[in-house]
């Protein structure tokens, strides 16, 4: 089992930035792939961002493409979702998403599941 934690959500300004962090609570060469999600009010879960473990793979959604970007520290075990030029329509719940199943958009390929934490973009 993997627990998840994420961090650094908060209320920004449009234009503002936000570093969201995802702590995991151990390391397993069965988790490829660590994903960002998001879910808005009244809005189904959707892709954010991914990457692997030891880099050099990434991947986005077309919303937030140049603007956001996802790395890793496997030293820490923990993934970064770095969101710059915010927009109102990024005002969401961020769910940090481990998966043991390959390389996939889909939320039903990630297999443990942060909290979440409230990113809210607003004057």
């Known amino acids: 089992q993997v627990q998840l934690v994420e961090s650094g959500g908060g209320l920004v300004q449009p234009g503002g930035s936000l570093r969201l962090s995802c702590a995991a609570s151990?390391?397993?060469?069965?988790?490829?792939?660590m994903g960002w999600f998001r879910q808005a009010p009244g809005k189904e879960r959707e892709f954010v961002a991914a990457t692997i473990w030891s880099g050099g793979r990434t991947m986005y959604t077309d919303s937030v493409k140049g603007r956001f970007t996802i790395s890793s520290d496997s030293a820490k075990n923990t993934v970064y979702l770095q969101m710059n030029s915010l927009k109102p329509e990024d005002t969401a719940v961020y769910y940090c998403?481990?998966?043991?199943?390959?390389?996939?958009?889909?939320?039903?390929?990630?297999?443990?599941w942060g909290q979440g934490t409230q990113v809210t973009v607003s004057s």
């Open positions: 151990r390391r397993t060469f069965s988790i490829y792939a």
């Open positions: 998403a481990a998966g043991r199943g390959g390389w996939s958009q889909a939320a039903s390929s990630y297999d443990y």
